[in-house]
């Protein structure tokens, strides 16, 4: 047994001193007791969050930060750059990428990601040999790292509403959802261990059709969490609209998709009926705002479903900011800008949205610090120049990745001020620096 003592375990809508953990040799909590001195040999921690959970990243897209239209451009520019760099990866390089970008999560406060991956096949679409080499790839990133990874295998079958496949696009591609979801079975075999798991995603409306979405529905165990994009940018509706005389959320409504093992990510431009559907359905809204930002995308409704009883989760997305901290003030300042009003968002909703929802998103755990879930915490410095004066539920309002003193995955420290515990990998800017030399960005 491992045994942890926080002077001060923030949760969302609680603050508890003096609170000793048992760690079982799973990882998990065996016990939490409020209101006792340390012992002997307890590992010491000052003000302890629970691990934050980036529910939605592409990991390989951080290598274009600060590279792409600083001078304008929008989201479809963009595109344009990413296709380019996503055709220059292999599995070598993509291993390189995933660790770099792994332990940058991991050392800013990320204890799990759920990685959206799309590129599993050569540029001209035909397999590796040996097979399912991308994700393995992915798999040994987060392992060697120590960060908990869910990889989102995404089904990727058309190149818009109706057409077939670019060039740019046929590495995505698994020809049928027949043939995506019998590559998804024989992958669960081969990646999944300790701390990575296989969980399921439809690319989006544009990249699947409705028949084939129904077919993934049907295969998929219910127990399987499924993400999609959705409603990201206008043009995703107004094709949806013309094409099948719904929006994306209402073609997900007519298929009976909508549930609470779905995770939607984005939902930035919804309609009332939109909203309404996703409200009456338990799923999970993953909001990603730095990206939403850099990419001109628009502001989401956040706050209007939170309040009608969606759970909101965050992600990274692009990676152009890797900073959970940045991600809750970002849900935030979104909502005070678009209402004019501050305070839209509670610290204790910020802090499950940062958490417990993304956490639930990837099914990982469906509560969180509790009896059995996995023992997951970030310390957090009070006293920095950032956050100095700060009431512990609002360092989530004035902290930093920066601030990150040390991040425990499994009841075990994994970074430390900056670094991967594992001095022997590398520092995070070390391995970005090897990554970045690898590859010929746009």
């Known amino acids: 047994m491992v045994f942890l003592h926080c002077a001060q375990l923030v949760r969302p809508g609680s603050i508890t001193g003096n609170v000793r953990i048992e760690v079982d040799a799973a990882g998990r909590i065996a016990s939490l007791r409020p209101d006792v001195e340390p012992n002997t040999g307890d590992l010491r921690l000052g003000t302890v969050f629970p691990g934050f959970a980036n529910a939605h990243s592409h990991a390989f897209h951080r290598l274009l930060r600060g590279t792409t239209h600083a001078d304008g451009g929008d989201f479809w520019q963009w595109r344009d750059s990413m296709y380019h760099l996503a055709g220059l990866l292999d599995p070598t390089l993509m291993f390189l990428v995933a660790r770099a970008v792994f332990a940058e999560m991991l050392v800013s406060g990320y204890t799990a990601v759920g990685e959206f991956h799309y590129?599993?096949?050569?540029?001209?679409?035909?397999?590796?040999?040996?097979?399912?080499?991308?994700?393995?790839?992915?798999?040994?990133?987060?392992?060697?790292?120590?960060?908990?990874?869910?990889?989102?295998?995404?089904?990727?079958?058309?190149?818009?509403?109706?057409?077939?496949?670019?060039?740019?696009?046929?590495?995505?591609?698994?020809?049928?959802?027949?043939?995506?979801?019998?590559?998804?079975?024989?992958?669960?075999?081969?990646?999944?261990?300790?701390?990575?798991t296989l969980g399921a995603a439809i690319h989006s409306v544009r990249a699947v059709s409705p028949s084939a979405m129904a077919e993934i529905r049907n295969a998929l165990g219910p127990d399987t969490p499924l993400h999609i994009h959705v409603s990201e940018q206008p043009k995703e509706n107004s094709d949806c609209l013309a094409e099948y005389g719904e929006t994306p959320i209402g073609v997900l409504a007519t298929l009976g998709m909508l549930s609470s093992r779905l995770s939607i990510i984005h939902a930035t431009h919804l309609t009332d009926a939109d909203r309404a559907h996703i409200s009456a359905s338990g799923c999970t809204v993953v909001m990603c705002p730095t990206t939403e930002a850099d990419l001109g995308d628009g502001i989401g409704p956040a706050f209007d479903l939170s309040a009608r009883g969606t759970p909101i989760a965050?992600?990274?997305?692009?990676?152009?900011?890797?900073?959970?901290?940045?991600?809750?003030?970002?849900?935030?300042?979104?909502?005070?800008?678009?209402?004019?009003?501050?305070?839209?968002?509670?610290?204790?909703?910020?802090?499950?949205?940062?958490?417990?929802?993304?956490?639930?998103?990837?099914?990982?755990?469906?509560?969180?610090?509790?009896?059995?879930?996995?023992?997951?915490?970030?310390?957090?410095?009070?006293?920095?120049?950032?956050?100095?004066?700060?009431?512990?539920?609002?360092?989530?309002?004035?902290?930093?990745?920066?601030?990150?003193?040390?991040?425990?995955?499994?009841?075990?420290?994994?970074?430390?001020?900056?670094?991967?515990?594992?001095?022997?990998?590398?520092?995070?800017?070390?391995?970005?620096?090897?990554?970045?030399?690898?590859?010929?960005?746009?």
Not at 140 to 149: H, M
Not at 157 to 178: C, M, W, Y
Not at 181 to 193: F, N, P
Not at 391 to 397: F, G, N, T
């Open 119 to 196: 590129l599993h096949h050569r540029v001209d679409g035909s397999p590796y040999l040996p097979a399912h080499a991308m994700e393995r790839a992915i798999a040994d990133a987060a392992t060697e790292v120590g960060i908990r990874l869910v990889l989102l295998d995404a089904c990727y079958l058309d190149g818009a509403i109706g057409r077939p496949l670019s060039p740019e696009q046929k590495r995505f591609g698994d020809a049928t959802a027949a043939h995506w979801h019998d590559r998804w079975r024989a992958l669960r075999q081969v990646i999944e261990g300790e701390r990575v």
């Open 314 to 442: 965050i992600g990274s997305d692009q990676n152009a900011v890797i900073d959970p901290l940045l991600e809750l003030r970002g849900l935030e300042a979104g909502e005070r800008l678009a209402s004019r009003r501050r305070g839209r968002f509670a610290p204790a909703a910020l802090l499950a949205a940062g958490t417990a929802a993304g956490y639930a998103s990837l099914g990982i755990s469906r509560s969180i610090l509790t009896i059995g879930d996995p023992c997951d915490l970030v310390e957090l410095n009070p006293a920095s120049r950032r956050t100095v004066g700060s009431a512990p539920a609002q360092l989530l309002l004035s902290a930093s990745a920066s601030d990150v003193q040390r991040v425990i995955v499994g009841g075990t420290v994994v970074a430390e001020n900056g670094s991967l515990t594992d001095a022997s990998i590398g520092r995070p800017e070390e391995l970005l620096a090897e990554a970045l030399a690898a590859v010929d960005r746009p």
